[in-house]
């Protein structure tokens, strides 16, 4: 509906059955969001990379692991 190639798009999904979507729509980065120990289920069903937190996706933003990640609109934000 987008008009974008999926192989040049990314899926992020914490759920089986959103990874296995996008592993099956040949999405070119499948990114699974894992909660409470579900990494390996995540990567055995078509996650080409698995997070815990959608901050991991950012390591360039200071604050990083701080559990939120600021808008870059915020005063404080500054790119390392």
Do not use: C, K, Y
């Not at 899926?11 to 059955?17: P, Q, R, T, Y």
């Not at 894992?34 to 990379?49: F, I, N, T």
């Amino acid at each position: 509906m987008l008009g974008v190639d999926p192989t040049r798009s990314a899926i992020v999904e914490g759920a089986l059955a959103g990874v296995e979507v996008g592993r099956a729509g040949r999405f070119g980065l499948v990114v699974g969001v894992a909660h409470a120990g579900q990494a390996d289920w995540l990567r055995s069903h078509g996650a080409d990379l698995v997070v815990s937190d959608l901050a991991e996706l950012l390591p360039g933003i200071r604050g990083h692991g701080s559990g939120t990640v600021p808008r870059t609109d915020d005063p404080g934000w500054e790119a390392n």
